[in-house]
């Protein structure tokens, strides 16, 4: 996997771009969410996952993912942090984080989470090479209620997620 691996302390970035280095991974270091950004928006397609830290300075994980998700960019985002609690990983998970990982960095941890990543994209290579060959026909029947209505759109944009990816549409475009 080709990884931006953002953070502010120049040891510990060094010492994980190497660990990752040796598992096979490309890695682009960067010391700030917004040097981090910068260096993903010029060339997107070159990363399959972001790992940053949460507390850094001029732009911090929690605004890099904003920014990402604002302007459209669905790569998975791994945050690190060495002020964990409970409040903090749950906004990390609702704002669009893949995982959420407390520093000192158990290694165990990451790469766990790095191998359920490979996965997820192996089976998402796997219905994109079939997509263009599907075809089907949804019927939904709900009662009038918003709730339902809220569900049955929430519903469509999981299914349909996979043709976002292939054909760059906007999920959040969806209406019933």
Not at 16 to 27: E, K, N, S, T
Not at 38 to 52: G, Y
Not at 108 to 117: D, H, I, R, V
Not at 148 to 174: C, G, S
Request: hydrophobic residues 40%; charged residues 25%; negative net charge.
């Amino acid at each position: 996997m080709n990884i931006l691996l953002i953070d502010d302390e120049p040891i510990f970035l060094e010492t994980l771009a190497r660990r990752l280095q040796r598992q096979g991974h490309g890695i682009v270091s960067e010391t700030n969410g917004k040097k981090g950004y910068e260096a993903f928006s010029l060339k997107p397609e070159a990363f399959d996952l972001i790992l940053t830290d949460i507390k850094m300075p001029e732009m911090n994980g929690i605004e890099l993912i904003k920014k990402l998700r604002h302007e459209e960019f669905d790569i998975p985002v791994i945050l690190m942090t060495g002020y964990g609690d409970l409040e903090m990983s749950v906004e990390a998970l609702r704002i669009g984080a893949f995982d959420f990982l407390v520093k000192p960095l158990e290694f165990t941890s990451l790469f766990q989470s790095l191998t359920k990543l490979e996965s997820l994209k192996s089976f998402d290579r796997k219905i994109l090479a079939i997509l263009p060959h599907v075809s089907g026909k949804i019927q939904i029947e709900i009662p009038s209620r918003l709730s339902y209505i809220e569900n049955t759109v929430a519903y469509f944009q999981h299914i349909y997620h996979p043709y976002w990816k292939m054909y760059r549409m906007d999920n959040y475009r969806l209406g019933i």
